[in-house]
């Protein structure tokens, strides 16, 4: 969907050779989700083109490293690989919580509608929804866990 919007595909005056592309701002980037399996399993090479100076590093690390890193490379690679690739990432403005500088927040215009909605972590639910929580059996007061 970023993708889309810097190419400018959502328009209709679209054609592959023409700029009419738009800014994207990204806010939160550090609350990006994964499966817990993408996380450990998903790795990301980068090469120095000196002896011994390739690597791959899973997607948890990078994301700890820079918060805005994950999601910048998944953008990169929905772009087609030709000449306009890095201008259009240029318009890409990705912030890692909700600060954003004061110019760019001016020059908005428009939001993009969230495609999936943020789920609350374990330790955000209070003690009366996890207790209304359905239950597959409960376990015997002598049940000893080993």
């Avoid at 959502?10 to 700029?19: E, G, M, R, V, Y």
């Avoid at 690739?85 to 600060?99: C, G, I, K, N, V």
């Avoid at 999936?116 to 929580?133: C, G, I, T, W």
Wanted: neutral net charge.
């Amino acid at each position: 969907m970023i993708s889309d919007v810097l190419q400018g595909r959502h328009k209709p005056i679209f054609f592959p050779t023409n700029d009419c592309g738009d800014h994207v701002v990204v806010v939160n980037c550090k609350e990006i989700a994964m499966p817990w399996y993408e996380w450990k399993y998903r790795m990301y090479y980068h090469d120095t083109r000196f002896a011994g100076g390739r690597s791959w590093t899973p997607a948890w690390q990078v994301q700890d490293k820079d918060a805005t890193k994950v999601l910048w490379k998944a953008v990169y690679r929905a772009l087609p690989g030709d000449l306009r690739r890095r201008p259009l990432m240029a318009r890409l403005h990705l912030f890692p919580d909700d600060e954003v500088p004061h110019d760019i927040l001016q020059n908005i215009s428009g939001q993009l509608r969230q495609l999936r909605e943020v789920p609350k972590k374990l330790a955000e639910y209070s003690e009366e929804e996890l207790s209304q929580f359905p239950k597959i059996f409960d376990y015997p007061d002598d049940y000893v866990i080993r």
